[in-house]
């Protein structure tokens, strides 16, 4: 790993003012992605993936939604001070997005390989095309047939890299003439056509099969390996995590719980709710009578709990965590968890350390 990280989230804290009232998604969100690794954010449906992905890429819906406070640096440029231009300069480029249902995220009236193209133009500098700055409208309009030319070109070039077979073909279709897969396939060559350095992945085998599920991861790994890309990859599937990254954190209800390597938090978490998710689900090389359960359910983020915002589902709760909420504590190198039972591991507190000194 290099010494600072590619993105580092400081205190990210988003709320929602809907009618009802303030939705508190994220509190104090706090985390490192380093350069080339592939990190996980797991957690229930509701506690605060997607939301924190969202808030990195600004792509929260404002109004309702608003970035209260924190920092999000990348590459040491804090997104939240910089200007949309900037920003969107950035999305697609730098940063790019997979979303869980690619449908939804191609429009239905372009074909596959004008998707991709647009990008192309967007963000890439397409130097064997001459790029001559004429008056002349006729020279104007043909350098610009070129340059889409060239774009459409690299468009099937990227289709042919995530191993659509005959892509030029599959470039002139569109979304609702492919599959499910290859839907997923058209949107990872669409976001990797311009080398970004760091790829969101919110649920992008969700809506799939399982095998077309482990072809896809496949192939993000495979990309990641030739392109020093590092994959940020938001699930609910502890099986695709265990496969795929070299860490991973614990979203529960806005906050990051535990985080730390993979083979640390899968074989010997600290932080309960943890504990419980990796106990929900079932191990097919042990013989187990009965899955245990997290009792409760997640809860309104309107009306959160005080204190530990887990402990009415806590069997460990005591009467802090009622009326403190537990910081992230290192309770050794490059694990960290936020309960209180690790309030007196000797610890720096992750988020804060500048207001420490
Ligand atoms: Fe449980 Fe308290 Fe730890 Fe929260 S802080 S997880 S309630 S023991």
């Not at 804090?78 to 231009?85: A, I, N, Q, Y």
Request: aromatic share 6%; with cysteine; hydrophobic share 40%.
């Amino acid at each position: 790993m290099t010494e600072t990280p590619l993105l580092s989230i400081r205190d990210l804290k988003t709320y929602f003012y809907t009618y009802e009232g303030v939705v508190k998604a994220l509190e104090a969100t706090s985390f490192d992605i380093w350069k080339g690794e592939t990190f996980g954010l797991i957690g229930e449906t509701g506690c605060g993936k997607s939301v924190t992905a969202l808030s990195v890429m600004q792509l929260i819906p404002q109004p309702p939604g608003r970035i209260m406070s924190g920092s999000i640096l990348f590459n040491g440029v804090d997104l939240l001070k910089e200007p949309e231009k900037t920003l969107q300069q950035l999305r697609g480029c730098a940063i790019s997005m997979i979303f869980q249902e690619p449908m939804t995220a191609l429009n239905p009236v372009y074909n596959i390989g004008r998707q991709i193209a647009e990008v192309i133009l967007l963000h890439k500098d397409l130097t064997e095309v001459p790029q001559k700055n004429t008056r002349n409208p006729i020279t104007h309009r043909r350098i610009q047939r070129a340059r889409k030319k060239r774009a459409f070109e690299k468009a099937i070039e990227a289709l042919d890299m995530v191993k659509i077979s005959d892509p030029k073909k599959v470039a002139r279709q569109y979304p609702h003439e492919l599959s499910g897969g290859m839907r997923q396939r058209a949107m990872i060559a669409m976001m990797l056509a311009c080398d970004p350095d760091l790829l969101i992945a919110d649920e992008p085998t969700t809506a799939l099969d399982v095998t077309v599920q482990a072809q896809i991861l496949d192939l993000m790994k495979e990309l990641q390996h030739r392109k020093g890309t590092a994959i940020w990859l938001i699930t609910h599937n502890l099986g695709v995590i265990a496969e795929m990254c070299d860490r991973v954190g614990v979203m529960y209800a806005g906050y990051i719980v535990e985080i730390g390597k993979t083979e640390k938090i899968f074989e010997n978490p600290d932080h309960p709710y943890t504990r419980g998710l990796l106990r929900s689900i079932p191990l097919i090389m042990e013989e187990r009578q009965r899955l245990e359960i997290i009792p409760g359910s997640v809860p309104n983020l309107i009306t959160p709990p005080e204190g530990c915002r887990f402990h009415p589902r806590c069997k460990y709760q005591m009467d802090i965590c009622k009326t403190c909420a537990p910081p992230l504590v290192e309770v050794e190198p490059d694990h960290c968890v936020a309960c209180h039972r690790f309030a007196d591991v000797k610890y720096s507190v992750v988020g804060e350390e500048e207001k420490h000194g």
